[in-house]
Nanobody, 124 residues
């Protein structure tokens, strides 16, 4: 079983930055989703294992950057210019390398593995 462990969440003020980390047990295509209580889990960003392709949700383009350190099997989400509406539990996701297109990776069903989540709270 692939293990994913998120870290880096916390409470910050609007305009601040935060970097989330997700340590995996192997190299996989990986992504980030977020979820607010009572709402569906929302796609945020994803990249494939060799960093050849990245995708971002429109709501975070220009503010968030996904990257990884394959030597550590770790993916990062650098979040800048945080807004109160970014408040959510952020989940790391992973799937073995394969088809990687926006039409499929935006859906939760595409991903095989999930972390437990890390809470990000942005105050106004």
């Amino acid at each position: 079983q692939v293990q994913l462990v998120e870290s880096g969440g916390g409470s910050v003020q609007a305009g601040d930055s935060l970097r989330l980390s997700c340590a995996a047990s192997g190299r996989y295509d990986m992504g980030w989703f977020r979820q607010v209580p009572g709402k569906e889990r929302e796609f945020v960003a994803a990249n494939n294992w060799n960093l050849g392709t990245t995708y971002y949700a429109d709501s975070v383009k220009g503010r968030f950057t996904i990257s990884r350190d394959n030597a550590k099997n770790t993916v990062y989400l650098q979040m800048n210019s945080l807004k109160p509406e970014d408040t959510a539990v952020y989940y790391c996701s992973a799937v073995p390398k394969g088809p990687f297109i926006i039409a499929t990776i935006r859906g939760m069903g595409y991903w095989d593995y999930w972390g437990k989540g890390t809470l990000v709270t942005v105050s106004s």
